[in-house]
């Protein structure tokens, strides 16, 4: 059974780099393509990016500009580093696997941007 | 962007009874799409994709219709696990793939 934990400060000070780490385990990440996706009441759910084990990437256009993705097989994790936040990438982020639909997915991680 | 759109917002259902939920895409979409189910805390689940096939472990009281731009997701004979907030979500035009916005099955 594939399981995803993600971890990671929950507040992070406007204009600076949200960065969050998805720690995977019950499968080998050669396996899977590796997402992240975010959950806001203004926003809904949306698609931020996937990686998948050769280190291709692909982001979604309206954040593309901010996202890095990365991967260390050797500890089985991924990781987000979102940069220049604002208070409207407040979010419950979630680590998951899957594209291009999504069938497993970590508990979720709540990220609050303020001062 | 394709623009996902669910309807109701809002439905209240009897246990026992059937549920309907549309999903409508801005463009023709095939049957590049999946419906999740989420309850309050927990992560969203897969529940279809292809528009009609059932995720593992997904009861035969969850099917899925459509093609192009009309989906539909049924629940049949609702159970007290099913209440529950529902969205779909589109992939044919990757990236990005887009969500509705969600349709609430509350208990009536």
């Known amino acids: 059974q594939v399981q995803l934990q993600e971890s990671g400060p929950g507040l992070v000070k406007p204009s600076e780099t949200l960065s969050l780490t998805c720690t995977v385990s019950?499968?080998?990440?050669?396996?899977?393509?590796w997402s992240w996706i975010r959950q806001s009441p203004w926003k809904g759910l949306e698609w931020i990016g996937y990686i998948y084990y050769s280190g291709r990437t692909d982001y979604n256009p309206s954040l593309k500009s901010r996202v890095t993705m990365s991967l260390d097989m050797s500890k089985n994790q991924f990781s987000l580093k979102l940069s220049s936040v604002t208070a409207a990438d407040t979010a419950v982020y979630y680590c998951v696997s899957g594209v291009p639909y999504f069938d497993f997915w970590g508990q979720g991680t709540l990220v609050t941007v303020s001062s | 962007e394709i623009v996902m759109t669910q309807s109701p917002a809002t439905l209240s259902v009897s246990p026992g009874e059937r549920a309907t939920l549309s999903c409508r895409a801005s463009q023709s979409i095939g049957t590049n799409l999946a419906w999740y189910q989420q309850k309050p805390g927990q992560a969203p689940r897969v529940l279809i994709y292809g528009a009609s096939s059932r995720a593992t472990g997904i009861p035969a009281r969850f099917s899925g219709s459509g093609s192009g731009t009309e989906f539909t997701l049924t629940i049949s004979s609702l159970q007290s696990a099913d209440f529950a907030v529902y969205y779909c979500q589109q992939y044919d035009n990757w990236p990005p793939c887009s969500f509705g916005q969600g349709t609430r099955l509350e208990i009536k």
């Open positions: 019950g499968v080998s990440m050669s396996s899977y393509y």
